[in-house]
């Protein structure tokens, strides 16, 4: 039984094909308002300053803080550009689960 599910799965993978000619992206990213280049602006500032910054004469709690702090901007700086980014884990999770269903 196993032989024949890798066999299977030899032929599937070995069949497919990838399209590489180059899609048209029907949903071009939106210019950035004014305002929104001023926060991301503002967000860089912070990110240079904060590692700018000594971190050797900061307790444990002070560093910990400046981490967070750096993740929630990162986080806002990759919504204000609507990037999207996707972990190799999910990838894989993705490619499964079309594999099983196909």
């Known amino acids: 039984m196993k032989k024949l599910l890798y066999a299977f799965s030899l ?6 094909t990838v399209n590489a000619t180059p899609s048209d992206n029907t949903n071009p990213k939106t210019a ?5 280049k001023a926060e991301l602006e503002h967000i860089t500032n912070r990110v240079e300053a904060i590692k700018a910054t000594d971190k050797s004469s900061l307790t ?3 560093r910990k803080a400046l981490r967070k702090e750096v993740k929630e901007l990162k986080k806002r700086a990759d919504f204000l550009n609507q990037n999207v ?3 190799l ?3 894989i999770i993705i490619l499964l689960l079309l594999i099983i269903i196909l």
């Open 11 to 16: 032929v599937f993978t070995l069949s497919t």
């Open 89 to 91: 884990g999910a990838i």
């Open 60 to 62: 444990k709690a002070e």
């Open 32 to 36: 950035l308002t004014a305002a929104q």
């Open 85 to 87: 980014t996707l972990s």
